[in-house]
């Protein structure tokens, strides 16, 4: 796989976490636990972006700012962020998850699940 491609998928991961502690749910952990949880989530954020080239994090966080989100995994074909779908030779070519790619339709980051 794509070296940037699988640095966004671990980025992606690490902005659901942080969404995730500020949900209801994580209200039970108290503001200490989650402090320091989240202390942890945004350091190692901090050392993934540094790995990621800046034109490619600044592209992913207008798409986040945009659709909440700045990668979509394509399934059967379409894209899981505008549900189009997408032509064969991007979702289907040899080089699969070799090469970072974006939606045609709505230039968000996308790769095969
Ligand atoms: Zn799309």
Same mark, same amino acid.
Request: proline residues 4%.
């Given at each position: 796989?794509?070296? #940037? ?12 976490? @942080? ?13 200490? #636990? ?7 989530? @945004?350091?190692?954020?901090?050392? @993934? ?24 995994? #394509? #399934? ?7 549900? +189009? ?22 230039? +968000? ?5």
């Amino acid at each position: 796989m794509d070296e #940037v491609l699988s640095k966004l998928i671990a980025l992606h991961d690490l902005d659901q976490l @942080l969404k995730e502690l500020e949900s209801p749910e994580y209200q039970e952990l108290g503001f200490e #636990v989650k402090e320091t949880r989240k202390k942890e989530l @945004l350091k190692r954020r901090e050392e @993934l972006v540094r790995q990621i080239p800046e034109q490619v994090y600044r592209r992913y966080e207008r798409l986040r700012k945009r659709y909440g989100r700045g990668i979509a995994p #394509v #399934v059967g074909g379409v894209c899981m962020n505008c549900f +189009i779908q997408l032509p064969t030779a991007v979702v289907s070519g040899p080089d699969k998850n070799q090469r970072l790619e974006t939606c045609s339709n709505c230039g +968000i980051f996308i790769y095969l699940a």
